[in-house]
C-alpha cells in the first residue's frame, strides 16, 4: 500500500451520469494530482493543486471538475462524459519541499462511459 | 507534451536474464524518475536520479543518466517472473511550485519463467 487510497475502484456511468471520484492521502503530503491513462497514451496530468490550490488545468474539458477541500482529501466530479473518456484515473500525493519530489499514486478508478 | 520516450516498447526476456530499458526526453530536467505499474494499478516509485548523478543503484536496480544525449537507462538484474509490469521514466518539468512529472508510454516488460 503507497498510503493513497482511491473509490470506487470500479464505475460504470452513462452519458447523462454524474459521479465523483474520491482520493485520500494518509501521508501528510501537501500537492495532490489527478492523471488520466488511456490505453496506448501516456499518462496524462489534468490537475494539481498544491496547498489545496489548484496549479495546474491541462486544458482539461469542463466535464471534468476538481475539487480539494482539504490537503488530504481530492475529488473528480464527472458529468455528461463521453465514450472516449473510459480510462484509469489515477490520483497521487507528494511532499512539496525539495527538488527530489517522488510521487506516490493511488490503486485508480477504472471508469468505463456507455 | 510528451517529455520521456521508452524503448523498447515490449520486452520479453527469460527469468534470470537482465533486462534494460531506455528513456530519452527533450527538455532539461531536475531530476529524472522511475516508476513501474503492474496491470491496471497505480505506479510505483522505483528510484530518482538527479541531473547531476550519472549512476544510481538500489537492490537489482541500475539507472544511468547521461544530460548530455537526454537519456536514461533502467537495468534490472537477475530478472524474476515478479517484475513483469510496465515500467515508466518520468521528468520534473517543475520551475516552481508542486512538481510536474511529464510520463513517456512505457516499456511493457514480461519476464518467462
Known amino acids: 500500500e503507497t498510503g493513497v487510497t482511491q473509490t470506487p475502484r470500479h464505475l460504470v456511468m452513462g452519458m447523462t451520469n454524474k459521479k465523483s471520484l474520491k482520493c485520500e492521502q494518509h501521508l501528510g503530503h501537501n500537492a495532490m494530482y489527478w492523471y488520466k491513462q488511456s490505453a496506448k497514451k501516456p499518462l496524462e496530468l489534468m490537475f494539481v493543486?498544491?496547498?489545496?490550490?489548484?496549479?495546474e488545468n491541462n486544458s482539461v474539458p469542463s466535464r471534468f471538475s476538481p475539487e480539494c477541500p482539504n490537503s488530504s482529501h481530492l475529488f473528480l466530479h464527472l458529468h455528461t462524459l463521453q465514450p472516449e473518456d473510459s480510462a484509469l484515473y489515477l490520483c497521487?500525493?507528494?511532499?512539496?519541499?525539495?527538488?527530489?519530489?517522488?510521487?506516490?499514486f493511488g490503486p485508480g478508478t477504472r471508469l468505463l462511459v456507455l | 507534451s510528451q517529455q520521456g520516450e521508452e524503448d523498447p516498447q515490449a520486452l520479453s526476456i527469460q527469468e534470470g536474464e537482465n533486462a534494460t530499458m531506455n528513456c530519452s526526453y527533450k527538455t532539461s530536467i531536475n531530476n529524472l524518475q522511475w516508476y513501474r505499474q503492474n496491470s491496471g494499478r497505480g505506479l510505483v516509485h522505483l528510484i530518482l536520479i538527479r541531473s547531476n548523478e550519472r549512476e544510481k543503484h538500489s537492490g537489482r536496480l541500475r539507472v544511468t543518466l547521461d544530460t548530455s544525449k537526454k537519456s536514461s537507462s533502467l537495468l534490472i538484474t537477475a530478472s524474476r517472473a515478479a517484475d513483469t509490469a510496465s515500467y515508466f521514466c518520468a521528468t520534473d518539468d517543475r520551475n516552481e511550485g508542486a512538481q510536474k512529472l511529464v510520463f513517456g508510454q512505457g516499456t511493457r516488460l514480461t519476464i518467462n519463467p
Open positions: 497521487a500525493s507528494s511532499q512539496v519541499s525539495t527538488l527530489q519530489e517522488t510521487q506516490y
Open positions: 493543486y498544491n496547498f489545496k490550490e489548484q496549479t
